[in-house]
């Protein structure tokens, strides 16, 4: 038997009686209504095996009391969905899909069986509630875009449809497609951007192993632009995804890889260069080079979420080091006799550093004892680890510990650099001086933080035979005293700073104040003396 249809123009009234009728017509066929407004009290029931075709808006009232749409079979809308309840609001466990032919919104706290995009001119969501799938979310046509309002894929939901750019879900505002993991396994957040043209870039998060509480999320949004190109230079994309693991009820103890699809049109500068990076929050990360046939970044071994893009590469250290200067043996530290002098501004953009970093702070921690110059290089071996693999610079602040920190006080961030399978990472310390030296080993990654701490063997610096450093006390090692010029090596010319110095007081940048106590004096010219010769073991 045909179906049948029916016409309902205006406001649905009264708990049993439209409940009851509703029941009765909508068993029978499809039900066709131009607007209709469910009013508070009233339930409408779509039953099992039955289709609702709703040709313009649909209301839930929910003024005074709930209104309900308990949809056990489907409900095509045409027009937009608006539901005025207050509080998480179950449409029926049947699917509700959105077939209209101008642009759609859907308001209020909806909870959707399965929810279908079926509109080539997109379907947005609105207002101040947000939305929750329980079965399946069907990207068919036309895109779903979140705006400032979140949509939560509950344990039980999956993705379904055909996503694309033409068919998916857009992330970049505030609003997050969520995802609620009940256990280990896989999903794909169909995620893309239409800021100038739409493109799909979706990511996958596999989850290996985890602790995963009842009302867990990830939620997922992303950017068409550059995450950061004051940091990250040369070769980036014009693409990050933040990852959000929710704080309340966090997945905990978990090992999870991730992948993220970016395009072509993403890439500035040279793809065989880009590196899955996780920029923010700190430690910064560099994961696996870029698979430049399937335009995808891989993060294996994820134990926590933020923000990935694709870039040279990135990562954050933990370094120390002694200078002889200031060591004192009594403390077992550095004294910060020179701290009140100190520039709040790195001093090495003069000769010979011609280092034109703007690292700077509004106030000198007390603890600091001088500024020092770090850099990077990347190569197979310590020996091979000259200028030429040099990666990246910082200035950073040597305190009375030993320990190396950023401007802000934490570990230290370097951008541009990657250490590729087969290769360690050698940091080098310079200060304005003292002779430079560099590590002998790899500054192995824990936790997603490189470590080096120069200050305890002989054979922390090269070249490993403790010629690269300076005894000065059991078990403590420091930079050589006594490069005044900053050429690596303690000759007669530092002799001659120290002469030109002499009896001089204050912040010397290229100055002879050897134990950095503020004042050139004899002491000064006895670290020279008994240095002299010495030069820097760094690789040229």
Known sequence: ???????LNGIMRGKTGWALLLGMLLSA??????????KSGTVLTVQPGTTLYQGGDLVLDGETDASTLNNQGTLIIKGNLTNNNTSDNSLGNGTVSFQGTTPQTISGPNVFGTLEINNAEGVSLTGSYDNKV??????TSGRLTL?????LILSGGVISGTPSN?????????????KQFASTGSFTFPVGDATNSAEYSPLTLTFNSGTFPADNYIGVTLKNEPYNTSLYTGSYLNRYWVLNNYATAPITGFSCDASFTYTTADITGTESELYC?????DPVVTYDAANTTSNLLIASGLSSFSTFTGTKGGLTATLY????????????????TLNSLLPLTQPYNVAPWNYPGTESVTTMPADVVDWVLVSLRVATDAASATSSTQKSVVAALLKSDGSIVSTTGGNLVFYNVAVPAGSSLFPVIKHRNHLGIMANGNAAKTNGIHTYDFRNAANKAYPGDGTGFKLMETGAYGLFSGDATGDGTIQTGD??????????????????????????????????????????????
């Open 495 to 540: 002799k001659g700073r120290w002469v030109s110095n002499f009896n001089q007081t204050g912040y010397l940048v290229g100055g002879a104040d050897f134990n950095l106590d503020g004042d050139v004096q004899t002491g000064d010219k006895g670290k020279w003396v008994t240095n002299f010769n010495k030069d820097t073991t760094i690789p040229n």
């Open 1 to 7: 038997m045909a179906p049948k249809f029916f016409t």
């Open 321 to 336: 080091a002694w200078l002889e200067g200031p060591y004192n043996t009594t403390n077992n530290n550095m004294n910060t």
């Open 134 to 139: 329980a079965t399946g979310l069907t990207l």
């Open 147 to 151: 705006g400032s309002n979140n949509l």
């Open 277 to 281: 990076t996780k920029v923010a929050p």
């Open 166 to 178: 033409s068919a998916m879900v857009v992330a970049t505002g505030t609003g997050e497609l969520r």
């Open 29 to 38: 066929g499809s039900l066709s209504a131009q607007n209709l407004t469910v």
